[in-house]
């Protein structure tokens, strides 16, 4: 199959370690072109990762190039004033979480990208996570065939560590770029409570995610502790589920991870650093299913490609009409509303 032709919309920090050196270095993909508005960043990374093209604005880049995909790695307080620009092109997207800073842009955001028929994704990376990608796939089964009885509870832990790892070495940086057009803060609420809404979605919303990504469904907020230690949540069909946000610190570990519970076991995943290179997360799985029979943990070697890389794959592999778990913007659109749930609930 011919490569993916990819154009990159700002090459900031995460858009050079999270995204830009997997595309470069994926075999299936070619990076043909980079619009960025620093002109020193723009031309020492064209340099260094082997850029043909580089323009200043993302309109001369779509213009001038026949792109298959588009990779907007930009601050998700202006994603209602960039994805809807580049919807127009009717180019599939794939933007950093989360879908934007409020529900009202996060409509307008969808609703943008129903009009125009774009494929849109929203770069929830964990799901890319091949232990992730693995764990979900045993679940749905175990679910289906009924073997662990059926599923009770989900827990996310997700402590404070080093989150980095390592992972900005080498970064091309240089000063912000000034006068970039931002979205309206939400309308509903004010100063303070905008304020910690905004934190939560830029950090904790990966969590919010995941949550409904394990369970398979959606569901509703039921209890914020109020110094913000933990929330629990019931979906759909009943089933209860918590995430422990920052229940500790660690300084050089990194001690996330999922617990999915069945009556007879469990699926047990430890998730890496985001910006850990080259390593996934580990994926355990508890069976003891009575009877006699023999208690047994599994736990299958996993690929060495780190979730970044994999979610690089997945964005190549959806462009060619490849179903993968990459998150679209009515599911991230659900997040925001959960978070906003939270954040109300917690407050008072």
Partial sequence: MEKVKIGFVGVGGMGQVAHL??????????????????????????????????????????????????????????????????????????????????????????????????????????????????????????????????????????????????????????????????????????????????????????????MRHLLGEDYAMKYAERNGLMLAVESASGIPGVIEIAPYTTTLAWQEEAMVCFEKGYVRIAIPAPLVVNRCGEVSIYKDPGNGATPQEIRPQMPWVHAFKQQAINFCNAIQGEKTPLCGPEDALKDLKVSLDYTLMKGK
């Fill in 21 to 210: 050196r997997n595309y470069v270095t994926h075999s299936g993909c070619e990076v043909v072109a980079i619009a960025e508005l620093r002109e020193d960043v723009r031309t020492r990374v064209a340099a260094r990762y082997g850029i043909p093209k580089t323009y200043t604005r993302f309109e001369e880049m779509l213009e001038n190039e026949k792109l298959d995909g588009i990779v907007a790695s930009q601050p998700f307080m202006r994603h209602g004033v960039l994805l809807t620009a580049l919807f127009q092109a009717k180019t599939p997207v794939l933007s950093e979480k989360p879908l934007a800073a409020s529900i009202q842009v996060g409509e307008r955001i969808l609703a943008a990208a129903q009009a125009t028929g774009v494929s849109y994704y929203v770069g929830y990376h964990k799901r890319s996570d091949p232990a992730v990608m693995y764990a979900k796939k045993e679940i749905e089964e175990l679910r289906e065939s009924g073997e662990l009885g059926r599923l009770k509870y989900v827990r996310i832990v997700s402590p404070v560590g080093d989150w980095i790892q390592g992972g900005f070495d080498g970064l091309i940086s240089g000063p912000r770029a000034e006068g970039l057009e931002m979205d309206p803060p939400a309308p509903d609420m004010d100063a303070a409570t905008y304020a910690a809404y905004s934190t939560f979605v830029n950090v904790y919303i990966h969590q919010i995610n995941l």
